[in-house]
Each structure stands twice: as C-alpha cells, then as structure tokens.
C-alpha cells in the first residue's frame, strides 16, 4: 500500500557558502524556512524538485523534506531538518555565530 503523501519543502545547500537553503513560492532560494513554499501536491513537488535540481550553478544536493504549517510558516517533522536549519554545530560560523552576538 502507498503511503500517504506528506507535505514537504525543497531544500539544498548554497553551491558557494554550503548554507541550507530553501525553495520559496516565488522561485527564489532563502535562508529562512519560514519562508519556504510547503508543498501540499505530491506531484507538484516532484516538479519543484526537478526545477531546483536543474540549478547546478547556485545550489548542490536538492532534495524535498517533510514539513508541516506552523504559526510563522514551515516547520521541521525530522531532528536532522531541524539541525541543518540551525546552521553549523560550531558557534565560531553562520547563523550561530549571529545568535551569539550581543544586540545593541
């Protein structure tokens, strides 16, 4: 038996900064997955996937991720979707490294 479909989003790594980046509604790539199009349609999905993976001069590793609607827009299912939208484990980079800043 099939399983059900699940909503996802398409995700990937920026070709040039390694950053996890996501596939909006409007065919740009961000790095916020609250901005991320949640993907309803299976098949609809599939063609994302096609349309992202075809972009071999911005992004490497195009893949879809289960998601579900949260209050500020996709959330994670998965712990590893969860950890990659985190940035690196090592404060000293990316998206920690901001976290870590004071706010003036």
């Known amino acids: 038996m099939p399983r ?3 909503p996802k989003v398409v995700t990937a790594n920026d070709l ?3 950053d996890v980046i996501y596939l909006t509604s ?5 790095r916020d997955l609250s901005e991320a ?3 309803t349609d299976e098949a609809h999905a599939q063609v994302r996937l096609l349309d992202a993976q075809r972009q071999t001069d911005i992004i490497v590793g195009a893949y879809l991720a289960d998601a579900v609607a949260g209050e500020n827009g996709p959330e994670p299912t998965h712990f590893r979707e969860d950890f990659r939208r985190t940035g ?3 404060y000293a980079h990316g ?6 800043q004071p706010r003036a």
């Open 88 to 90: 690196p484990s090592n």
């Open 16 to 18: 040039m900064e390694g």
């Open 37 to 39: 199009e949640l993907i």
């Open 95 to 100: 998206k920690q490294e901001k976290a870590t």
């Open 4 to 6: 059900t479909f699940t």
């Open 26 to 30: 409007e065919d740009r790539w961000t």
